[in-house]
């Protein structure tokens, strides 16, 4: 069956401009995952969903983070007023998850590559 | 933070030959899983073991978890060029966040 896709996979940006980049999970999957990738680095925790809440937001860099899912499906990860250290590789992931986070095996999308000049 | 850390930070062997890594965290967790990323298929799921488990396998993949020592290691037995990639540890901690640790660097030469 279709994986997570993530779009766009690529997004060049000027500094101050916002960006939102979007996450279909597999179907069926009521968790999921925003994490974030800079060059050479693991993967830094953003945010996770279980349906369409979010429990706790104190991954997300900074009040310039938002993220929302609608539906139990798709999840967009909005940056207002990008800086250079916002780039980096944005990496969503789903799950099956009936409780506690990390039970369940992630299956990771391709990523969303965001430079921001 | 429950970062955990790899080690080593990379590891470089012949084909055939085994590799272990070892996975350190800072608090007591539920699950602990690795993965793999490589460039050509990104992030892939390899095991996971729960608090109550010592040891895992999965074909050519062993794991092990000490909650006492908080400390896992994953050994890759019969290694091939193809297992070339970055290995990481990841772990749930508290405030339901998932921690991935800095990874190690594998390179299996043929």
């Known amino acids: 069956g279709a994986g997570v896709s993530q779009s766009p996979s690529n997004k060049v940006t000027e500094k101050g401009k916002d960006v939102e980049l979007r996450c279909d999970p597999i179907?069926?999957?009521?968790?999921l995952y925003w994490y974030r990738q800079s060059l050479g680095q693991g993967l830094e925790f953003l945010i996770y969903?279980?349906?369409?809440?979010?429990?706790?937001k104190s991954g997300l860099p900074s009040d310039r983070f938002s993220a929302e899912r609608t539906g139990g499906s798709v999840s967009t990860l909005t940056i207002q007023r990008t800086q250079q250290e916002d780039s980096a590789v944005y990496l969503c992931?789903?799950?099956?998850?009936?409780?506690?986070?990390?039970?369940?095996?992630?299956?990771f999308g391709p990523g969303t590559r965001l430079t921001v000049t | 933070s429950q970062q955990g850390e790899e080690d080593p930070q990379a590891l470089s062997i012949q084909e055939g030959e085994n590799a272990t890594m070892n996975c350190s965290y800072k608090?007591?967790?539920?699950?602990l899983q690795w993965y793999r990323q490589n460039s050509g298929r990104g992030l892939v799921h390899l095991i996971l073991?729960?608090?109550?488990?010592r040891e895992k396998h999965s074909g050519r993949l062993r794991v092990t978890l000490d909650t006492s020592k908080k400390s896992s290691s994953l050994l890759i037995t019969a290694s091939r060029a193809a297992d070339t990639a970055s290995y990481f540890c990841?772990?749930?901690?508290?405030?339901?966040?998932?921690?991935f640790g800095t990874g190690t660097s594998l390179t299996v030469i043929p």
């Open positions: 073991i729960r608090s109550n488990e």
């Open positions: 969903f279980q349906g369409n809440s979010a429990p706790d």
């Open positions: 608090t007591s967790i539920n699950n």
């Open positions: 990841a772990t749930d901690g508290p405030r339901n966040q998932f921690y």
């Open positions: 179907s069926g999957h009521t968790a």
């Open positions: 992931a789903s799950s099956l998850e009936g409780g506690r986070v990390g039970s369940y095996e992630q299956y």
